[in-house]
């Protein structure tokens, strides 16, 4: 169901600035550094800070899953990439209530084309109940569209992860599929059925998956590690 647009939500957004990294494009390559906001003090690269990993969720949703991973691994640094604003604004009001001191958030809608990254600048990528868009002429949105792969493995330092939760079983064997074809990733971890899987412990639980579990969905997961460089 379409969300209607919350009245006035720049400034409902702004209120909150202090979670909002306003201007992507000229972070690459510093992403750290947007963290000193965040009361972290100097994040520049000969800083422990500079050195933390940093991971991101692309579609952070309402930002459950990336406050809680910032709060149990208070040593990394957490993005949450999200394109309808509607939705970040409830990640912020999240966000406002938990007060992380290691996550920051993004109001904006990510191409395959996009480079936000600069080489190996990202530890970890997290996609969590992505849009499955399963008409064929779609396939350019899907986040695991060899486009977005691509960009991924050039975001993405040695050893850096991408990990993928679906209920979507089309989505899954179409991500599988792409990740397999390329030889720069290596899956690690794959289970069809996560919750009673080995994974499950270990699980950061979205908003997503709450609502599927309550279906009794099954959800897939992958885990997949960068093992060359370009
Ligand atoms: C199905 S929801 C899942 C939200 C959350 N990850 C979870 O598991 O609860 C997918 C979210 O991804 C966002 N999204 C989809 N494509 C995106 C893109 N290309 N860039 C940024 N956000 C995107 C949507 O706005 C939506 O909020």
Redesign the pocket.
Known sequence: MRQRKIKDIESKLSAYSRFLVADPASRRGVWRNAFSCAGTGDANANSPRGRSPLYL??????G??IIECASRDPNGLYLG????EN?LYRALLRADAADPANALFCS????DRDAYFAEAELSGIYL????PWPKARHEK?R?TSPGYLAGYGHALEYGGFLHI?TDDDDFFAYSRAGMEALSDFEIVARTEDLHRSVYARENVM????RKFLNLNRRINYLLARKVSVE
């Open positions: 969720e692309l579609g952070c949703g309402k459950q899953f990439f999200e394109g309808s939705v904006v809608y990510v191409l969590n109940f992505s849009d949105r986040l939760k979205t908003e997503y998956e």
